[in-house]
């Protein structure tokens, strides 16, 4: 509650967002962010200050991914339920399920972070985050949704104005194995 009162709102998103951040200096310079604004609340805006840079370039870091995310998460059915897999780099989850809820209130949808086996679970516009959560296999079965994502991709596709490099810009390449539409020869291994 000190934290409402005393910092902006931009002073809080940073704070928030820094800590899910994949960094392991995240929870610690998240701390350290934290008392320089306790000292002085002015002090969240120096950006001269290494620790407000650095906390600050970790938040925006989460706030692109997340961002990316809303556009980027693709749906397949398995009886009743949608489920989407992906694999953010950051922990994200929580920043997006507000947005997936409204959007699809009305449907039953899993989306499903394998690389931290979370998943945001929502019935009817509620949601929540589970944690520790491994799906079944069977769940990731091919349906008409995954033909329809690539109908629709090679159907708005211009061949003739195919620009590689903006979609690597759009979302990165380490994604792609997520995305329904993208040819499964242009998808590149993991590492």
Not at 55 to 66: D, F, H, Y
Not at 140 to 146: A, I, L, P, Q, V
Not at 151 to 176: D, V
């Amino acid at each position: 509650i000190a934290m409402q009162k005393k910092f902006s709102s931009e002073a809080q998103h940073i704070i928030t967002h820094c800590l899910m951040n994949k960094d392991v200096s995240a929870p610690y310079m998240t701390m350290r962010y934290v008392m320089l604004c306790f000292n002085n609340p002015k002090s969240a805006h120096d950006y001269q200050n290494e620790t407000i840079i650095k906390v600050t370039k970790m938040a925006r870091q989460v706030s692109l991914e997340s961002n990316r995310f809303l556009g980027f998460v693709r749906f397949h059915q398995v009886g009743s339920v949608y489920i989407s897999v992906i694999k953010p780099d950051h922990e994200i989850l929580s920043f997006i399920a507000p947005h997936f809820s409204q959007r699809f209130g009305d449907m039953n949808f899993i989306i499903y972070d394998e690389g931290r086996q979370q998943a945001i679970i929502c019935e009817k516009g509620h949601w929540i985050i589970r944690h520790q959560m491994i799906l079944d296999e069977a769940m990731f079965k091919k349906d008409d949704f995954e033909d329809a994502w690539k109908t629709y991709f090679e159907g708005t596709t211009i061949a003739s104005r195919n620009n590689l490099n903006a979609q690597k810009r759009s979302m990165p390449k380490r994604y792609w194995k997520n995305l329904l539409e993208i040819p499964d020869h242009l998808i590149p291994d993991e590492k």
